[in-house]
């Protein structure tokens, strides 16, 4: 049974900002309702009204993994542990992106897999083969009549955006070698429910995994969690390594055991849980709206930094707009020049001066604190604030 715990209102898609000519046109913006379930079988936390996928993958997919140091390090780090632990023949990425993890291995050894045309195109123009399709049994089935198996397969924050996960996991079984490795990394559900990061949910992120749930939709699919990492990226992931049940010769990690310990010890299995956490998200609506109207009060100007599909999520859910933000500051050519949905503030193209007259910042991208405050150290140093909503809505 799916039990409700949350509703964050109506929202637009987070990736689909808008041009001057959209706005001037009044463009009609998708909006669904954002309500967030719990199955009390299977554990798994998901939004329950979905977006066709088409619709939020296409040719105008805007998010670029490269933008941050801190995703090409992390996954630079994984793929160096990865050619010395596993040493695989072929490597599979599912969500490629613009080949941030890929184009640490050889173009003979990789395939690529990614929906999103405008951003498939470059790891073709990087010379690695890439399928631009909906990762399906289909697909899987195509490349593995051309290639046989695959030996370790990864995907990074693409799995939890795809709806039918028996479907995922029957097609990857189906192309994964009998000693095959499958890893996945996703936002954990503990680390949001710790930090209050609801803005974790939205559109794209049609589930927010935890290690309970996905132990108990491998198992439909003879797989199994044999190690598991908590990595700091996006706001606090887990990475998940996978095999197929049979396989003996890899051996049970007892951070699987001690991690599901967590997980239970603080209650991902209990919906009072998820009913405690829609107080806490009540209380940071509160708090942060608090905290923006008492600097307007005081005529203070704010901005905000990293227009992220997560930060979508806070602003019309708190109903933030330009009588509250001035505008946004972002790295990614695809957002430069065009206006969040929803709230239609402007994102304007960051450079080293961008923050040498303001004051306040919203942290859009609160993930990346660590890597946006050493960019911005001039910033602190002659006072300037930042503004989070992460783990409770304060100024920094
Ligand atoms: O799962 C998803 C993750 C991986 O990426 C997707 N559904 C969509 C996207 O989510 P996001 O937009 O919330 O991701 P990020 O990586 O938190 O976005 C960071 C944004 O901040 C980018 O637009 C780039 C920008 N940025 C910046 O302007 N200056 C980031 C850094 C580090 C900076 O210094």
């Known amino acids: 049974m799916i039990k409700k715990f949350l509703d964050l209102g109506q929202q637009p ?51 670029r993994a490269s933008m941050s140091q801190t995703m090409l390090n992390s996954f630079k780090d ?23 993890f890929i184009k640490n291995f050889n173009k003979k050894k990789v395939i690529c897999v990614e929906p999103c045309s405008n951003v498939a195109k470059i790891t073709q123009k990087m010379g690695y083969k890439t399928f631009i399709n909906f990762w399906n049994m289909k697909l899987a089935k195509k490349i593995k009549s051309k290639i046989k198996n695959v030996d370790l397969i990864y995907s990074a924050n693409t799995l939890s955006h795809i709806k039918d996960l028996n479907s995922v996991f029957n097609s990857i079984s189906h192309i994964l070698s009998d000693n095959g490795v499958l890893i996945i990394e996703d936002p954990s559900l503990l680390e949001c429910f710790k930090k209050i990061s609801y803005d974790q949910f939205y559109n794209e992120h049609i589930y927010i995994f935890s290690l309970l749930s996905i132990k108990y939709l491998l198992k439909k699919h003879n797989l199994e969690v044999f190690n598991i990492k908590k990595i700091t990226t996006h706001g606090g992931s887990l990475r998940y390594y996978i095999k197929k049940a049979s396989n003996n010769k890899l051996k049970i990690n007892k951070n699987v055991k001690t991690h599901l310990e967590h ?14 956490f829609k107080n806490n998200v009540e209380k940071s609506r509160k708090k942060l709206m608090d905290i923006f109207s008492k600097l307007k009060k005081k005529n203070k100007t ?17 109903k933030i707009k330009n009588e509250t933000l001035d505008y946004f500051l972002d ?66």
């Open 331 to 396: 790295t990614t050519p695809n957002k430069i020049g065009k206006f969040m949905p929803g709230s239609h503030l402007y994102i304007q193209k960051y450079n080293k001066s961008s923050t040498n007259k303001i004051n306040y910042i919203f942290l859009g991208a609160w993930n990346f604190k660590k890597e946006i405050f050493k960019k911005e150290k001039k910033y602190i140093k002659r006072g300037g604030k930042f503004i989070t909503h992460v783990p409770i809505p304060k100024i920094i």
């Open 263 to 276: 997980e239970l010890n603080f209650g991902l299995d209990k919906y009072s849980t998820y009913i405690k």
């Open 78 to 100: 994984l793929s160096m542990n990865i050619i010395k632990t596993f040493n695989p023949n072929l490597i599979m990425e599912i969500g490629s992106n613009d080949g941030s």
């Open 13 to 63: 898609l987070a990736n689909k900002y808008l041009t001057k000519k959209d706005l001037v046109k009044k463009k009609v913006e998708y909006y669904y309702n954002l309500e967030i379930g719990f199955n009390t079988s299977s554990k798994l936390v998901s939004i329950l009204n979905t977006v066709p996928s088409r619709k939020m993958f296409d040719k105008e997919y805007p998010y």
């Open 302 to 318: 704010i901005i905000g930094y990293g227009a992220t599909a997560k930060v979508n999520t806070v602003l019309n859910f708190c």
